[in-house]
């Protein structure tokens, strides 16, 4: 009686032992058929990828066909689209609009631009000109904005019907001490209070004057009744004040 028991403990053991393998075989197969398949899955997604990619910057649909610059007065479309190194038949998707920017930022005349595109084959760029409130006298003749930025010497046949300022120091028009484009903004400020009250300022002289035992900052301006710009420098007629700070 016990051979016989032992026995079949032996067939049992035997059984339980074969079930684990199939289970244990059964289950590396079935992940490698999954490793297999999403391979083969991953390599067809990839190639579906790639061919959009090539389908997106090789297609003749994406390629520029209109080129549009709004905003701008002082310079003409064709100059910016030159600047940017835009043409047409370029791939939309291609053209760095960052890089552009950069590019069209570098003209003196331009304050800010913004790049875009509108699918699937126009390129946009908006221009935000400068607008000359002053000229600087510093050697050359400069124009300066509302910013207080010098930023383009006066070319021939240009208009010279503005403010003119003088007594400003070379370094500090490459100064990027903001104090210096304040100075600038006030005196432009004050321009165009002056005009509100029929008066047109034709010169704002900066000078360093002492007062109150301190140095400050000052203006001397010259004032022409119905008269302003500096193709007027030369009326003798005009009243002149000073204006110092602390005083």
């Known amino acids: 009686m016990q051979l016989t028991v032992y026995r079949r403990d032996n067939r049992k053991r035997n059984g339980r032992s074969w079930r684990l393998w199939i ?12 490793t297999v398949a999403i391979y083969e899955w991953r ?12 389908f997106v910057l090789e297609s003749p649909y994406f390629s520029v066909r209109e080129i549009q610059v709004r905003g701008g007065e002082k310079l003409g479309g064709n100059e910016i689209v030159t600047m940017a190194g835009l043409k047409q038949g370029m791939n939309i998707w291609r053209i760095e609009l960052a890089m552009i920017e950069q590019k069209v930022a570098k003209h003196p005349w331009v304050r800010r631009v913004l790049v875009r595109r509108e699918f699937p084959r126009r390129v946009v760029i908006e221009i935000e000109e400068r607008v000359p409130r002053a000229i600087v006298a510093m050697g050359k003749l ?3 904005d509302s910013d207080g930025v010098v930023f383009k010497e006066v ?3 240009e208009s010279v019907q503005l403010p003119l300022l003088t007594g400003l120091r070379t370094d500090e028009l490459g100064s990027p001490d903001p104090a210096v484009h304040r100075k600038i903004q006030d005196a432009v400020r004050l321009g165009d209070l002056m005009a509100r009250d029929s008066r047109t300022i034709s010169e704002i002289h900066f000078e360093a004057c002492r007062s109150r035992g301190s140095l400050h900052d000052g203006l001397s301006l010259g004032v022409a009744h119905g008269l ?20």
């Open 155 to 157: 070319g021939a046949g």
């Open 43 to 54: 390599r067809q997604l990839m190639t579906a990828v790639l061919a959009v990619h090539r």
């Open 23 to 34: 289970i244990m075989g059964s289950t590396v197969l079935t992940l490698i058929v999954i």
């Open 142 to 144: 400069y124009y300066v």
């Open 228 to 247: 302003g710009g500096l193709g007027r420098q030369g009326a003798t007629s005009r009243p002149r004040f000073k204006a110092l700070e602390g005083t």
